[in-house]
């Protein structure tokens, strides 16, 4: 992306914000090449920083602000906006991957990158958050693309293929809040707003390590005052970032307890180290001491040792515990001799590739400065104006639901963005189903699915909004939960095996009976409602007893299922066929009735004939009088014959069925005057 900013005249100003001074670069961006106009720095007057840390943000301010004055007046033009850098200060990273799947194959734009660069730093806040066992509250300052996946395979570039599948592997850095807001309170108190926020590491490596070598197994060691910021690169990326709280410092503070000097002379004299042989200066006394750079070393050479050990060991936990093929070393803290060749023994690789870097990496820095710098100290500085080519990284402040939450700034932020920041529950944004419900039939799982609830509401600034629309500073974006939908409802006669019928023949007339089922061990028909774990048996049978009572008819004597002779508690099951000699209660008389001769009475049961002639009822149904004809008796079912009912149509309904006022079985005898009324509910 390096360019896209890219635009003579137009000026980047940035602020290396260190433990140990304040460095400030302008400059701009030209046909690939940076030119630094000015370069001015100031050493901070008391310890107002410790470890990367900001302790006085007022001390810190003033010092922004002399250097702020000294770059304008070199340059006579006011400076507004700035780039800063975050040491590496309790620095978290978290690698992870994220694919997203197409409907079908198309062309990748770059708003399908950034989708999934967005989904990447999700993913990887939402793994930092299970991990986090501090009780600081950390923010996303940075992500990497380390590598691009098309439909399985790696790729360079996603932009412009066609692909069904797209991937990413990510790296994503979180520093905590008290590190962030210390950096931006101090340079708005300069009467500066920031333009791009980076992390040193990042930084630094723009210019210490050049893309064309980072297909190699690298580390850049930036080595400041009061930490050592670390990255690895390897197949073409940034694959880790790391940070020791160890550097210059730590040595300085032997040189004070040693010598008994203030800190300003003790670093001095460790700057002197090298550069002359015998070092003279005044302890706290005001005496005149000396002492040689060969002592001095002596003195440091086990906390040199130490920062190259624990830089060794940062090193190699970044590259999956193993050493990597050559080190750069920029910064101040690590010129000190010695320090190289420690770190090459510590790493075991030969002392020629741990080597300190400046101006050999500067090949494309043009100093338009009198007597400038090209030192490793100018690594930094240099790379903090470039990354706001890269990406313009800065915070913004929104308005969530009513509180405050202060957000990354990648330039493209949305409504998610906030509500990740926020920790506002993922599930609350998008439509809930009521809850599923789930049971067995004949010993096999199912499941029906709750209805679809409704999706969060979301208004920015007042205004109808989703999840994609963009926000800038001072936005109010408030959002309501989504909801869950109905939970799920199930008659039982809605099942598809319920809906067949058992055909059998009775008395020489053929039958078609409705299936039913045991639930949970008692017998159910088709309007029961299914209960959560219900273990649903459909029978495929109904004994003799069942079918006389379905069929609401006396069952006599000399029962017969296929002209065998059978009980009441027979099964009867499809095509089988059923017979009984009929006994009438009213005369206890009995006759057979038979296919042959249902048209044909005998002539010697004329008296009883009135018991089979179909007769006519009349009954109220649903406030509306209705004839029921063709049977000789009739049961509450038989009014669906009659009406115009839909029992399908429940719609997770229930039915009710009332009878003279109260509920009625579907196989309650009617007579005649009955009231009739049958609604859902």
């Given at each position: 992306m390096?360019?896209?900013?890219?635009?003579q005249g137009q000026?980047?100003f940035?602020l290396d914000?260190g433990?140990?001074?304040?460095v400030?670069?302008?400059g701009y961006?030209?046909n690939g090449?940076?030119?630094?106009?000015?370069?001015?720095s100031?050493?901070?007057?008391t310890?107002a920083?410790?470890?990367g840390q900001?302790?006085?943000?007022?001390?810190?301010?003033?010092?922004?602000v002399q250097?702020?004055?000294q770059?304008?007046?070199d340059l006579?033009?006011?400076?507004?906006?700035?780039?800063?850098?975050?040491?590496?200060?309790?620095l978290?990273?978290?690698?992870?991957?994220v694919?997203?799947t197409?409907?079908?194959?198309?062309?990748v734009?770059?708003?399908d990158?950034y989708?999934l660069?967005?989904?990447g730093?999700?993913?990887?806040y939402e793994?930092?958050?299970?991990t986090?066992?501090?009780?600081?509250?950390?923010?996303?300052?940075?992500?990497?693309?380390?590598?691009?996946y098309?439909?399985?395979?790696?790729?360079?570039?996603?932009?412009?293929h066609?692909?069904?599948?797209?991937?990413?592997?990510l790296?994503?850095?979180?520093l905590?809040?008290?590190?962030?807001?210390?950096?931006?309170k101090?340079?708005?108190?300069?009467?500066l707003?920031?333009a791009?926020?980076?992390l040193?590491?990042?930084?630094?490596?723009?210019?210490a390590?050049p893309e064309?070598?980072?297909?190699?197994?690298?580390?850049?060691?930036d080595?400041g005052?009061?930490t050592?910021?670390i990255?690895?690169?390897k197949?073409g990326?940034?694959t880790a970032?790391g940070?020791i709280?160890l550097?210059?410092?730590?040595?300085t503070?032997?040189?004070?307890q040693h010598?008994l000097?203030?800190?300003e002379?003790?670093e001095?004299?460790?700057?002197?180290v090298?550069?002359k042989?015998?070092?003279e200066y005044?302890d706290?006394?005001?005496?005149?001491?000396?002492i040689?750079?060969?002592?001095?070393?002596?003195?440091?050479d086990e906390?040199i040792?130490?920062?190259?050990?624990?830089a060794a060991?940062?090193?190699?936990?970044?590259?999956?515990?193993?050493?990597?093929?050559?080190?750069?070393v920029v910064?101040?803290?690590?010129?000190?001799?010695?320090?190289?060749?420690?770190?090459?023994?510590e790493?075991?690789?030969?002392?020629?590739?741990v080597?300190?870097?400046?101006?050999?990496?500067?090949?494309?820095?043009?100093?338009?400065?009198?007597?400038?710098s090209r030192?490793?100290?100018?690594?930094?500085?240099i790379?903090?104006c470039l990354?706001?080519?890269?990406?313009s990284?800065?915070?913004i402040y929104?308005e969530?639901?009513?509180?405050?939450?202060?957000?990354?700034?990648?330039g493209?932020l949305?409504?998610?963005d906030?509500a990740?920041?926020?920790?506002f529950?993922?599930?609350?944004?998008?439509?809930?189903r009521?809850?599923a419900?789930?049971f067995?039939?004949?010993?096999?799982?199912r499941?029906?699915r709750g209805?679809q609830g409704?999706?969060a509401?979301?208004?920015v600034?007042?205004e109808?909004?989703?999840?994609y629309?963009?926000?800038?500073?001072s936005?109010r974006i408030?959002v309501?939960a989504?909801?869950a939908?109905?939970?799920a409802?199930?008659e039982?006669?809605?099942?598809?095996?319920?809906?067949e019928q058992?055909?059998?023949?009775?008395?020489g007339k053929?039958v078609?009976?409705?299936?039913?089922a045991?639930?949970n061990g008692?017998?159910?028909?088709?309007?029961?409602m299914?209960?959560e774990g219900?273990d649903?048996?459909?029978?495929?049978y109904?004994?003799?007893?069942?079918?006389?009572?379905?069929l609401?008819?006396p069952m006599?004597g000399?029962?017969?299922?296929?002209?065998t002779?059978?009980k009441p508690d027979?099964?009867v099951y499809?095509?089988?066929?059923?017979?009984w000699d009929?006994?009438f209660?009213?005369?206890?008389?009995?006759?057979?009735?038979?296919l042959?001769?249902?048209?044909?009475p005998d002539?010697?049961?004329?008296d009883?004939?009135?018991?089979s002639?179909?007769i006519a009822?009349?009954v109220i149904?649903n406030q509306?009088?209705?004839?029921?004809?063709g049977?000789?008796?009739y049961v509450?079912?038989?009014?669906?014959?009659?009406?115009e009912?839909?029992?399908?149509?429940?719609?997770?309904?229930?039915i009710?069925?009332?009878?003279n006022?109260?509920?009625?079985?579907?196989m309650a005898?009617?007579?005649?005057?009955d009231?009739?009324?049958?609604?859902?509910?």
């Amino acid at each position: 992306m390096a360019g896209v900013r890219e635009s003579q005249g137009q000026l980047v100003f940035g602020l290396d914000i260190g433990t140990r001074s304040i460095v400030g670069t302008v400059g701009y961006l030209n046909n690939g090449k940076f030119h630094v106009l000015a370069v001015r720095s100031k050493e901070h007057e008391t310890r107002a920083m410790l470890d990367g840390q900001i302790h006085d943000i007022g001390k810190v301010s003033e010092t922004i602000v002399q250097v702020r004055k000294q770059l304008e007046e070199d340059l006579n033009k006011e400076l507004t906006e700035v780039c800063i850098a975050a040491a590496g200060r309790v620095l978290r990273t978290v690698t992870t991957h994220v694919e997203e799947t197409f409907d079908r194959d198309r062309e990748v734009t770059d708003e399908d990158v950034y989708s999934l660069s967005t989904l990447g730093v999700e993913r990887a806040y939402e793994e930092f958050v299970k991990t986090d066992d501090t009780e600081m509250k950390f923010y996303c300052v940075g992500y990497t693309p380390m590598r691009y996946y098309m439909n399985g395979y790696q790729i360079g570039n996603l932009e412009g293929h066609k692909a069904k599948v797209i991937a990413m592997d990510l790296i994503a850095t979180f520093l905590p809040d008290d590190v962030v807001d210390g950096l931006y309170k101090a340079v708005e108190m300069a009467g500066l707003h920031v333009a791009n926020l980076t992390l040193e590491p990042i930084a630094a490596i723009q210019v210490a390590i050049p893309e064309k070598f980072r297909m190699l197994n690298m580390a850049l060691v930036d080595v400041g005052a009061g930490t050592s910021d670390i990255s690895i690169t390897k197949e073409g990326t940034i694959t880790a970032y790391g940070m020791i709280p160890l550097a210059g410092d730590s040595l300085t503070d032997v040189i004070v307890q040693h010598c008994l000097v203030d800190f300003e002379t003790a670093e001095q004299i460790k700057r002197s180290v090298g550069v002359k042989d015998v070092i003279e200066y005044l302890d706290i006394i005001g005496l005149p001491q000396t002492i040689t750079s060969e002592q001095v070393l002596e003195l440091l050479d086990e906390n040199i040792s130490r920062m190259a050990q624990m830089a060794a060991e940062c090193i190699k936990e970044l590259n999956g515990d193993k050493a990597v093929s050559a080190v750069f070393v920029v910064g101040g803290g690590g010129v000190i001799p010695g320090y190289t060749e420690k770190l090459a023994a510590e790493l075991g690789i030969v002392k020629e590739r741990v080597v300190i870097r400046g101006e050999e990496v500067m090949q494309n820095i043009l100093f338009e400065v009198e007597d400038a710098s090209r030192d490793s100290l100018m690594v930094t500085p240099i790379g903090i104006c470039l990354s706001y080519y890269e990406q313009s990284n800065s915070f913004i402040y929104a308005e969530f639901n009513k509180e405050r939450v202060k957000l990354y700034d990648n330039g493209r932020l949305s409504v998610a963005d906030a509500a990740v920041q926020a920790q506002f529950a993922n599930e609350d944004l998008f439509p809930k189903r009521g809850c599923a419900l789930t049971f067995t039939v004949n010993g096999r799982s199912r499941m029906i699915r709750g209805s679809q609830g409704e999706a969060a509401v979301i208004r920015v600034n007042g205004e109808n909004a989703d999840l994609y629309t963009q926000i800038h500073n001072s936005d109010r974006i408030e959002v309501i939960a989504s909801t869950a939908g109905a939970p799920a409802e199930l008659e039982l006669g809605k099942l598809a095996e319920m809906g067949e019928q058992l055909h059998i023949a009775v008395n020489g007339k053929r039958v078609e009976l409705p299936k039913t089922a045991e639930v949970n061990g008692t017998r159910e028909y088709e309007f029961y409602m299914v209960h959560e774990g219900d273990d649903i048996q459909i029978r495929n049978y109904y004994t003799v007893e069942e079918i006389a009572g379905f069929l609401d008819i006396p069952m006599g004597g000399d029962i017969r299922v296929n002209d065998t002779a059978a009980k009441p508690d027979t099964r009867v099951y499809e095509n089988f066929t059923v017979s009984w000699d009929m006994e009438f209660p009213a005369t206890g008389d009995v006759y057979e009735q038979s296919l042959d001769n249902e048209d044909e009475p005998d002539p010697q049961q004329d008296d009883e004939l009135t018991a089979s002639e179909p007769i006519a009822m009349d009954v109220i149904i649903n406030q509306k009088p209705v004839t029921l004809t063709g049977k000789t008796e009739y049961v509450f079912v038989d009014v669906f014959d009659f009406i115009e009912f839909d029992l399908k149509a429940s719609g997770g309904r229930s039915i009710v069925t009332l009878l003279n006022g109260v509920n009625a079985d579907y196989m309650a005898r009617l007579k005649q005057g009955d009231r009739i009324d049958i609604y859902w509910k």
